[in-house]
């Protein structure tokens, strides 16, 4: 069966949202059949206690804008049969070479919590068997974060000491997990959203099938506890965030590589991810990070 030249028919639509929240007509949008403005976007997300940074590239684009007017974009990026879309903070924007044939370049952080969370103060006096999800709450409402999400197993989880800590949200984040270290907790913002899960112990946010592979997966031993990890490279896919969970078929390996054999496909726990996706060329690839799932 032939496969639709939608699958990979790119597109990235762009508008620019003022500060007072007013989405501005000026916009980019790509046409779905014809010649595409020449757009790249760049970025690395992970689950590190970071903010999630990518940059956009645009030639020959000749708005005046400034961060003075506007304060956020919205993209719509991905293939024109499975985008998705999602809203950034914008840090800065530039002209990285003047000219008729300059590239505008534009600083983005994923989602609606800015900067500011990292050095926000939290105070957390905690008992013996506190639940992990009500402490996540706290820090939820100090970060004027929308939701908090955890996994099956991070959900059970509860103090078996009693935990104290005055600092920034980040290295609560960071107290939270050597408190659960064994159990491979990871919390993380997804955007505007505190996250937990146990990465190593079947906790994912999302599950998504990866059925083309660039190169085969690397993989590394991991911990004294038998813990592998795990790298792969292959075509973007937009939905994909670090906390989700990826399965390469057997199916996929016999298909890129002719290998024969095996047992089961193999699944991990994304981490981390960097990606480089285009409108033009052949710029559409992501390389994960994570955990094999044991």
Known sequence: MALSLE?????????????????????IVCPRHGIKPDIQINGTLGSDGMLWAFH???KNFYYDLSTEQYSRIKV????ANNPITFEANIINMYQQSPGPDGTTIIECVYGNVTQDWLD?????????????????????NKLNATDKVTGKLSKELSLDEPLQFEGSARE??????????DKHLQVFMRGDKVCAVCLTEGDSIEEHIVQ?????PRKTPGDKDGTWTTQITAPWMPEILPGDELTIPLQTYIKNYQLVGGKKNQ????????????????????TCDGYIVR
């Open 76 to 79: 719509r990026a991905g293939y």
């Open 56 to 58: 956009i590239m645009i």
């Open 267 to 286: 699944k991990m726990h994304v981490t981390k991810m960097s990606f480089h996706f285009g409108t033009k060329g052949s710029v559409n690839q992501m």
């Open 120 to 140: 926000t103060m939290v105070n957390l006096d905690y008992d013996k068997g506190t639940k992990l999800t009500d402490i996540l709450d706290t820090l939820k």
């Open 212 to 216: 083309y592979l660039s190169a085969p």
């Open 7 to 27: 699958r990979f028919n790119r597109i990235i639509d762009i508008s620019f949202i003022t500060k007072q929240g007013d989405i501005n007509y000026r916009s």
């Open 172 to 181: 609560a984040f960071t107290r939270l997990e050597e408190r659960f270290q």
